[in-house]
């Protein structure tokens, strides 16, 4: 499984673009980019997966670098229920990567007033 | 519309004693896991079904056991609870041929 590196923490303010990177150097070439995140005592939520491409979406925007071996989910414009520990988790698509899904410490995002 | 149910929602055992969490989804979807959650960490693989009647062991199985005897119902099961066991408890379910998993909202349970 590929290893990732995210910071444990960001900050940043309302209504201000937030730009979480993900570092994945060990990705395969078959492996898609899964981001979810995790609000307050509750379980987490499907945000954006992508492959290759720049995919967007009503919740985020989802950037890969060429080499793939970064992404950065981008939330347009931040709000206080955005508020959340963000999970970048790259793995096989399909069947066999669902079941793969690990969850790191991912990055705890806040967002101030 | 509901999605995915847990229950309980918190439970506090003692060493020893044996719970059922039951996890229920209204979606049709073929896929459920469960995980559990511990202090400052992330989400770990305990089971998963792939279809009514299937499971498979995920990353942390031991002293777990689950079964899927109807497609909208998963239920994790504690032989033998153990305060190794404390921990918070999601289930999610995922439709086939889709990427994303649905969360339940989780199961706080303390064994003492």
């Known amino acids: 499984d590929a290893k990732t590196t995210q910071p444990n923490s960001m900050e940043s303010n309302e209504e201000e673009p937030v730009h979480l990177p993900c570092n994945h150097s060990t990705i395969s070439g078959t492996d898609y980019i899964h981001w979810y995140r995790q609000l307050p005592s509750q379980g987490p939520e499907y945000v954006i997966h992508g492959l290759t491409s720049n995919v967007n979406n009503r919740m985020a925007s989802l950037a890969i670098a060429e080499d793939r071996k970064s992404s950065t989910l981008i939330l347009h414009r931040a709000t206080l229920r955005d508020a959340a520990v963000y999970y970048c988790?790259?793995?096989?698509?399909?069947?066999?990567?669902?079941?793969?899904?690990?969850f790191g410490q991912g990055t705890r995002l806040t967002i101030n007033p | 519309n509901a999605g995915v149910t847990q229950t309980p929602k918190f439970r506090v055992l003692k060493t020893g004693q044996s719970m059922t969490l039951l996890c229920a989804q209204d979606m049709n979807h073929e896929y459920m896991y469960w995980y559990r959650q511990d202090p400052g960490m992330g989400l770990r693989l305990i089971h998963y079904?792939?279809?009514?009647?299937?499971?498979a062991k995920g990353e942390v199985p031991d002293g777990y056991n689950v079964s899927r005897l109807k497609k909208q119902n998963f239920l994790l099961g504690l032989e033998s609870a153990a305060p190794s066991q404390t921990s918070v408890y999601f289930c999610a379910s995922r439709a086939s041929g889709r990427i994303g998993l649905f969360f339940g909202e989780g199961s706080r349970l303390t064994v003492l």
């Open positions: 988790i790259p793995t096989e698509g399909g069947i066999q990567g669902a079941q793969k899904l690990v």
């Open positions: 079904s792939v279809g009514e009647g299937t499971t």
